[in-house]
């Protein structure tokens, strides 16, 4: 029975692991020890198609007209909880990507932008409680997604342009993903001059599309 109950829990680690893990399995990201990791179902030359495990991460919320007014302010408030705004008092590790869902919306409205820090291995499972009464702790599903990538800052008009070709692209031959909003997703921090990686991601609804397929392998 113990050995049964240890294999349980080691079983347990290596599913942790394989969520959140060591930055070194993705090329990409190389600011932070630990990364989001996935499994890559294809890649065209427009797109991949990657699983995603589900996760917890620590979100705001925050209202503004542009990306650019809202993401400092967000940002800002989920540092302080990572650097002990918690009621444990607990300094958590910095992990990437930093995921932004970003509304559908005309530029004059204001819309809800919602910022989440991934939470690292050790905290996967019992984060600390935020004190700050506009940050919260929220998970992510099981998910399928396609992801975009493309280099430089990420700006509204970066985000929205390539959000807009990867739309039109998955519109082309007929994938089906959830509309309203996306993901801007950052793995840089903003000391970082040259060689940035950015992506936008659409949530995969029903059996992904991988038209003009040209690879399937797993990070």
Sequence with gaps: MIFVSGLVCFLLVLTAEARVGNSSELSFCTETPECLLFDLICKTKDYEVRHYD?????????????????????FNRLFKYISGENEMGKKI???SPVVVKIPDKRFWQTGIYTMSFLLPT?????????TNTDVYIS???????YAKSYGGWM???SDSSNANDL???LDS????????????????SPM????????????????????GKSSEETD
């Design 173 to 188: 031959v007929n994938a089906k993903y959830k509309k309203g909003s996306h993901c801007a997703v950052g793995y840089n």
């Design 192 to 211: 970082r001059m040259f060689n940035r990686h950015n992506e936008v991601w659409f949530v995969a609804e029903g059996e992904p599309v991988c038209e």
């Design 54 to 74: 589900s996760v917890k991460w620590v979100s705001t919320n925050e209202k503004s007209f542009f990306m650019e007014m809202a993401l400092p302010v967000a």
């Design 122 to 130: 050790e905290h996967q499972e019992n984060p600390p409680k935020p």
């Design 155 to 157: 700006t509204t008009f």
């Design 139 to 145: 998970d992510t599903p099981d998910m399928k997604v």
């Design 167 to 169: 739309s039109k692209t």
């Design 93 to 95: 590790q910095m992990t």
